[in-house]
């Protein structure tokens, strides 16, 4: 049980390198430090906006407009790190002593 308390963890560390990666290649992309006619850089946009945007877009539609400020992968980042990443392992605790 604890095996997949770790996978589950794991997997969400990764997630949130990639929210982070996003946020970072969005900024340098809207900067225009990033070509989007580059085949591999609208490649690597496309392939990070399919896992982050379906997330990403519930969010959006909670928190209220702030101009020009998109906070949602903050939202999303401390929501995966002090609200999922606890249960994951309250519920791997409470498994193991049941």
Do not use: H, K
């Amino acid at each position: 049980m604890f095996g997949l308390c770790r996978i589950i963890l794991t997997l969400l560390s990764l997630y949130e390198g990639v929210i982070f990666v996003y946020c970072i290649f969005s900024m340098l992309y809207s900067f225009g430090v990033l070509d989007g006619r580059n085949r591999i850089v609208w490649q690597v946009g496309d392939f990070l906006n399919r896992l982050v945007e379906p997330v990403l877009n519930p969010i959006r539609r909670i928190m209220p407009a702030l101009g020009n400020v998109d906070l949602s992968p903050l939202i999303l980042l401390l929501v995966l790190r002090y609200l999922v990443e606890p249960m994951v392992i309250r519920l791997t605790m409470a498994a193991y002593a049941g």
